[in-house]
């Protein structure tokens, strides 16, 4: 049986954000590394002070594989929140990906090691290991709450955050629109006088 989570992963991102009115999406600088990777799964969340990540460490550790690392780095970029060993880490332990509302570094590595990786860009310094911060609480990220358990979806578009207490009404308001979507193009696109019609009915100019 299809989980929910694989559910969210075959539809676009668009869509689900078109099904919660476009309120639950991320900063729209967080983007993936590479344009083909295509995230879901349920959210662990990470609150990280500015340059620490030590309790990045221990949420890679305790998660659960295909969970999703959700950190909320406070959008600091002078250091980065991890690199290609800690991105490495996550990789072994099966997670399925992680977003940042920060900066990594060894983009290049990490790139080739094929593991999906949502940021705000790269940069050289490191990161201190203190060990302040929270794993697994709600927390702001990108300008969105994000609660343990929500669903994160990403893809080139960005990022959005289903409530894992809605994610039914979504999953089935997300459906509704890729379909509507698909039969407007069918109908639509390609045809120049249905094309026009569709814009004077938008606009409100038909007799």
């Known amino acids: 049986m299809t989980s929910i989570v694989e559910k969210f992963r075959e539809i676009p991102g668009t869509c689900i ?3 919660m009115d476009g ?8 983007k993936p590394l590479k344009e083909e990777y295509k995230i879901s799964g349920r959210a662990f969340t990470v609150r990280l002070p500015a340059g620490d990540n030590l ?3 221990k949420a890679i550790r305790d ?3 295909g969970d999703i690392l959700v950190v909320d780095a406070k959008s600091f970029l002078y250091t980065a929140v991890a690199g290609d060993f800690v991105i490495g ?3 072994t332990l099966g997670l399925g990906g992680i977003v940042i509302d920060g900066t990594i570094r060894d983009i290049l590595s ?7 990786v949502f940021c705000k860009g790269g940069t050289l310094a490191c990161s201190k290991k203190i060990g302040a ?9 990108g300008g969105t709450v ?3 358990g929500d669903i994160i979806v990403g893809d080139v578009n960005g990022v959005t955050v289903v409530p894992k207490d809605s994610e039914d009404s979504v999953l089935k308001a997300a459906i509704d629109k890729l379909n509507k979507d698909e039969v407007r193009a069918q109908n639509v696109l390609g045809n120049p006088e249905a094309a026009a019609r569709w814009i004077d009915e938008l606009l409100g100019l038909k007799n």
């Open 146 to 148: 994000i609660s343990p």
């Open 63 to 65: 998660a659960n594989p």
């Open 23 to 30: 309120l639950r999406n991320l900063d729209p600088m967080i």
């Open 133 to 141: 911060g929270e794993i697994n609480v709600s927390i702001s990220s």
């Open 110 to 116: 990490i790139k080739n090691s094929g593991f999906p």
């Open 89 to 91: 880490l996550a990789a």
């Open 17 to 19: 954000s078109d099904a």
């Open 55 to 57: 309790m990045l460490l």
